[in-house]
């Protein structure tokens, strides 16, 4: 099985289609250099006081030699303005996950991810897996983002996907040749299922591999990314009424009723 590509003018429904069948999408041309560029600013002095992980430990998750800053709606006005409601995401979560989720999804990770020259593949895992009470494979719960910033290739750490893991039993472990390198130009996305397998590839080149991960989850569920901490209140006070639904802010049904009078 390959990874479906699609260009930016796609219909919708024919990406969340792909997306449902294979596991994960890539779609070309969805951001521009100009968005690229003020990202990279934005997120410029918290990336040079990230730490960059030296003595590698192949047992941890996140591999040596890269580095992440979470907290985007605090850290990037352009994520949060240009990608973190961006149409096609929302089309592709109201397909995967408004059918389990009826008053809608949230942020459920924002950040950005540098994979440097040495670094290792990463553990493949599954988004959804802090969700062990269902059994595999799992309703759908997350769907995932990868913006490139940097141009992905297989050299520079290009994500690593299963297509079709998606829908795989507990048992089903990937043979060598169904792991492949979503490789696309910078300004691309890469869509994936919470229940895709993946993780970050290794890196051989001399550069690093820049992208901006957004993972949506069912309203109902914990955010593994804690919003009511990551985003300070007088942030929040500056979100339209759709950004603060979309982090979680807002109450889901029932869940998350607050007293105005303290806040
Ligand atoms: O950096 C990547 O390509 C994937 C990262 C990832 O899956 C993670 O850190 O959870």
């Not at 080149?205 to 593994?224: C, K």
């Not at 985003?231 to 603060?244: C, F, G, H, Q, Y």
Request: charged residues 20%.
């Amino acid at each position: 099985m390959s990874i479906p590509q699609f260009s930016a003018d796609t219909p919708a429904t024919d990406i969340a289609g792909a997306l449902g069948e294979a596991g994960c999408v890539v779609v070309i041309d969805a951001m521009d250099s100009e968005l690229r560029k003020s990202i990279t600013s934005d997120l410029a002095p918290h990336m040079a006081n990230a730490r960059i992980i030296e003595d590698d430990d192949p047992e941890q998750f996140y591999p040596g030699r890269t580095r992440r800053v979470s907290a985007l709606v605090a850290r990037s006005p352009s994520v949060t303005d240009h990608l973190i409601a961006h149409p096609l995401c929302q089309q592709v979560c109201d397909t995967h996950l408004l059918p389990n989720s009826e008053y809608g999804y949230q942020l459920h990770v924002s950040a950005a991810l540098e994979v440097g020259p040495g670094a290792r593949e990463q553990i493949l895992h599954r988004e959804e897996n802090s969700f062990t009470f269902f059994p595999l494979p799992r309703p759908n719960i997350i769907v995932a983002s990868m913006w490139a910033v940097s141009d992905f290739r297989a050299d520079n750490g290009a994500t690593l996907v299963v297509p079709g893991s998606h829908k795989w039993p507990e048992d089903r472990k990937p043979k060598r040749n169904e792991i492949l390198n979503a490789e696309m130009p910078a300004g691309s996305v890469l869509f994936w299922m919470g229940g895709l397998l993946h993780g970050a590839g290794e890196n051989t080149s001399q550069d690093w591999r820049y992208g901006v991960i957004l993972t949506y989850s069912l309203g109902w569920v914990r955010q593994e990314e804690n919003q009511y901490l990551n985003v300070p209140r007088e942030r929040i006070a500056e979100l339209s009424p759709e950004l603060r639904r979309i982090i979680g802010i807002d109450m889901y049904g029932a869940l998350g009723f607050y007293d105005p009078s303290v806040v």
